[in-house]
């Protein structure tokens, strides 16, 4: 009789070992008396049982295909294959995927640690990168300066930041080694206000300033003033010669135009010099309009003079 109760008891506690079911009313607690959701764990979980052919261990949610999983991942999945995977940690990237859209964080684009930006479907096309070292390329995956722009890797445009103060523009073609620059150094050149210095930080209140030499094939100046024709109007006094002679033995420059000290000391403005120097050249024009027909006249008078001598001349001999 012993031996059956043993049995009983012995066959009890193999059924009651495999039943792992609960009502389907009420929730269930662990570590919990009063669950307030059909599953309530106050404490810490552990899953196992995720492999590479099955990396979800806990599916959430699932109805139709459609579910969230955790595993080695997270993602969330349809029926139709569209899915993200915010976060995968055994490859350090992030990835949202639609079939025509990745977003990729740090993963091996390049270099370990990049964050780059793509699309594709399985296979992603790389468009841009954040590398390590804080450059930034778009259409390349190894950016040299602090922001580049490519097309191909070899052809493209840069920004570069160089201590101290210094950020240039370069337009390059790195197969056949053509750069075209463009570099400014806080020490040499100042954007003020609207106001621009080259070669100094202090233009001054000028909206240009150069402090060294230029060259140019062709200058346009436009005057807010106005051009001098006004010395060919009738109501305009031109100066004389006499005042002009007297202006230049006081002086020692002529009239209307800044002596060498003040060119020295105030700077030269070109289109206002050129207005006072044609202005002089009118003046001068209209003397020598004058004078040309004060020669004419006496040229006229001399032929007159001449042609009475010779007829006086005529008479005395013809009296003979």
Known sequence: MKKIYTLILAVSSLAATAQNTFPTSGNAGIGILNPTEKLDVRGNIYWDGFNSGNPRAVKIGYSGGNYGGIGYNLDFTTSTGVFNRPLNDYSSYLELWNGGFRFFGTNNFGSASNIGLGSGSQDLSLRAIISREGNMGVGTDNPLQKFVVSNSGTDGFEVYVNHPGIIGLQAYNRTALNYSKMQFDASQFAFNNGNVGIGTTDPK?????????????SVKVSLQGTWPDYVFAKDYELPTLQETEKHIKDKGHLPGIPSAAEV??????????????????????LHLIEKDKELSLEKQARKDQEKRLQKLESIVLNNK
């Open 264 to 285: 020295k000391a105030n700077g030269l403005d070109l289109g206002e010099m050129n207005a006072k120097l044609l202005q002089k050249i009118e003046e001068l024009t």
């Open 205 to 217: 209140g000028y909206k240009l300033a150069v402090a060294g030499n230029m060259i140019a094939e």
